[in-house]
């Protein structure tokens, strides 16, 4: 079941979510986009997939208060706000239609926000367009959906206290 807006301020008046600011609607929470992305270096002719692979070999962290997302490029880019959610809420990012409407995505298919978080998000970011999109910090870039969870859960795996993209 979605939480909605009263029950999402329920949770954080009680302290079981807690999220450094909070823009509320109906049943999401608007997240703003950070100052630090991760690009791409240059140079890389391929990158072979491994299970235990990761991005920092192939990239490089800025920090910017706005960047020129080239057409068809793609970088991860972190939220403002960190989140805590308690064992029984999960959570799924996705973007804003009027941003997508624009040629902007911001994941590819990493958006699912697990159960015991306490982290800023990672967005997976792309230019679907033919021509160059300015993204800001600070600006509400996606939303958060909350779920409840049967039972309780937890992750406590790699990205768990993540505060950097």
Same mark, same amino acid.
């Given at each position: 079941?979605?939480?909605?807006?009263?029950? !999402?301020?329920?949770?954080?008046?009680?302290?079981?979510?807690?999220?450094?600011? @909070?823009?509320?609607?109906? @049943?999401?929470?608007? #997240?703003?986009?950070?100052?630090?992305?991760? !690009?791409?270096?240059?140079?890389?002719?391929?990158?072979?997939?491994?299970? =235990? %692979?990761?991005? /920092? /070999?192939? @990239?490089?962290?800025?920090?910017?208060?706005?960047?020129?997302?080239?057409? +068809?490029?793609? !970088? #991860?880019?972190?939220?403002?706000?960190?989140?805590?959610?308690?064992?029984?809420?999960?959570?799924?990012?996705?973007?804003?239609?009027?941003?997508?409407?624009?040629?902007?995505?911001?994941?590819? @298919?990493?958006?699912?926000?697990?159960?015991?978080?306490? =982290?800023?998000?990672?967005?997976?970011?792309?230019?679907?367009?033919?021509?160059?999109?300015? #993204?800001?910090?600070?600006? +509400? !870039?996606? %939303? #958060?959906?909350?779920?409840?969870?049967?039972?309780?859960?937890?992750?406590?795996?790699?990205?768990?206290?993540?505060?950097?993209?």
């Amino acid at each position: 079941m979605i939480l909605s807006k009263e029950k !999402i301020l329920e949770e954080i008046k009680n302290k079981k979510i807690v999220i450094t600011k @909070t823009e509320i609607d109906d @049943t999401t929470i608007k #997240l703003h986009l950070g100052n630090e992305f991760r !690009i791409f270096k240059e140079g890389i002719k391929q990158i072979v997939l491994t299970e =235990n %692979q990761d991005c /920092k /070999k192939f @990239t490089k962290v800025v920090k910017k208060k706005e960047y020129l997302l080239q057409p +068809g490029e793609f !970088i #991860l880019g972190v939220t403002k706000e960190t989140i805590k959610l308690p064992n029984n809420v999960a959570g799924l990012l996705t973007g804003r239609s009027r941003f997508a409407r624009l040629g902007l995505s911001v994941h590819s @298919t990493s958006n699912y926000v697990h159960p015991g978080v306490n =982290n800023k998000q990672v967005l997976e970011i792309k230019n679907n367009l033919n021509r160059p999109i300015v #993204l800001k910090e600070g600006m +509400g !870039i996606c %939303q #958060l959906i909350l779920f409840g969870v049967e039972g309780k859960a937890g992750y406590k795996g790699k990205f768990w206290r993540q505060s950097h993209v």
